[in-house]
């Protein structure tokens, strides 16, 4: 892998993690200043709101702008605002509509980070190390998610908020200096076009992914795995903890960290232009372990029930990797920032959409429809009804609706894996 990305990858995975760790200290403080969950949902739905916002003006303008700057000015404002919140924080009392209002401007400069670098990769890399180059883009946030909360949660117990709020300047200074240190192949140092040219926007972006016969398929897909992963990151630790107690998640977590480490380690084994079938492949699997959830033998199975989770855990950074790859072969490199933003923003809002819809469809139907009395005997055997079956009947229901769009798109996915690539 050339050096220049490496160092930038490094850099931004660097940043990233010091975010997303003083995000989650900077949650639990709110929840243990106000005593509310909703303070704590509060920060994770601003700021995936304030991406999606950011992006409509991304689309239409980041091809007209040098890269290396535009990811130059987005780290120092990330930088910036966690030297905002540090001595905003120092007063009595903060109002959280101030903070939030920080935590929005920080949400689009990694909005900008995202899509600036989701379309540099190509420049950066050659052909034959496109694959394992994506992968590390598409799994990075993966990583940093896994092992993020963790480190959030324990600076916030030792060294309270001030700590991760260190943390997060100190990495954001690391990202700045990987921008402005490393030597930038000269190609991708220019805008991908002229500044001037009119550019369609977001909503004429995303017409264009569902016109076109190569980009439909992944549209569809991609954001029904984003949906599947945001659904379960709710539902399933909500189910460990109430069928299984505190101990068996935290087991589960480990589990699924060492899954998700040994994805990674397999999608940079995989030869070139393997993207299709592995999606396929992964997808199936995820989606009948996610369907297993829903049938109550498996609780009583833990040694399966480990192996099940580890076994989709792995599968997360190779789909992710695989549907980056589909997306840089479908679309043209000078297209790439507007149609990535119209990507990004589906794919965001079904995670929004997840995080609002899981919760209601398990509380307001699920939950209720399992004290009918009208159930044959076999599926009250089959599905169970103790404690925490709502959530494992709602993550049946995720992996239902995830082999369905899997079957029905699957045709096309093999063919648009068979053409030859646009970038390649």
């Not at 159930?375 to 239902?400: L, N």
């Amino acid at each position: 892998m050339p050096n220049a990305f490496t160092i930038l990858w490094a850099g931004q995975l660097v940043s990233n993690f010091g975010t997303q760790t003083s995000l989650y200290a900077l949650g639990l403080w709110l929840f243990q200043r106000d005593g509310q969950l909703s303070s704590f949902a509060t920060v994770a739905i601003v700021i995936l709101l304030a991406k999606l916002l950011a992006l409509p003006l991304l689309g239409r303008r980041l091809a007209g702008w040098p890269r290396r700057r535009v990811m130059l000015i987005a780290n120092g404002l990330g930088g910036t605002v966690t030297l905002l919140l540090a001595v905003a924080l120092m007063r009595q009392a903060v109002p959280l509509a101030f903070i939030l209002a920080l935590l929005s401007l920080a949400a689009v400069a990694e909005a900008t980070l995202v899509l600036c670098f989701a379309s540099l990769i190509p420049q950066m890399v050659p052909t034959q190390q496109l694959g394992r180059a994506n992968g590390l883009f598409a799994n990075g946030e993966g990583l940093v998610m896994a092992t993020a909360p963790i480190f959030g949660a324990t600076l916030a117990g030792i060294g309270g908020l001030p700590g991760a709020l260190v943390l997060d300047g100190a990495t954001c200074l690391v990202a700045l200096a990987c921008v402005a240190l490393v030597r930038w192949p000269r190609v991708a140092l220019a805008p991908l076009r002229p500044r001037q040219v009119w550019v369609p926007g977001l909503r004429a972006g995303v017409a264009e992914l569902w016109a076109s016969s190569s980009t439909r398929p992944l549209l569809l897909l991609g954001t029904t795995v984003a949906f599947a992963l945001a659904a379960c990151d709710l539902l399933f630790p909500a189910w460990v903890v109430t069928a299984m107690g505190a101990s068996r998640l935290s087991v589960a977590l480990a589990v699924g960290a060492g899954g998700y480490g040994l994805g990674m380690i397999a999608w940079q084994a995989v030869q070139h232009r393997r993207w299709a079938l592995l999606l396929l492949s992964a997808l199936a699997v995820q989606s009948v372990i996610l369907i297993g959830a829903g049938l109550v033998v498996f609780e009583e199975l833990p040694m399966i029930w480990f192996a099940g989770l580890a076994l989709f855990s792995a599968g997360v950074p190779i789909v992710g990797a695989a549907l980056q790859c589909l997306w840089q072969a479908a679309i043209t490199l000078d297209q790439q920032p507007r149609l990535f933003a119209a990507r990004f923003a589906l794919e965001w809002g079904a995670r929004l959409s997840a995080f609002f819809s899981s919760a209601v469809v398990v509380d307001r139907l699920v939950q209720p429809a399992m004290s009918w009395s009208l159930w044959p005997i076999w599926i009250k055997e089959t599905m169970g009804f103790s404690a925490g079956r709502a959530m494992a009947i709602g993550i049946f229901v995720v992996g239902w609706l995830l082999l369905v769009v899997l079957v029905w798109q699957s045709e096309k996915i093999k063919r648009q894996g068979s053409l030859p690539a646009t970038l390649v």
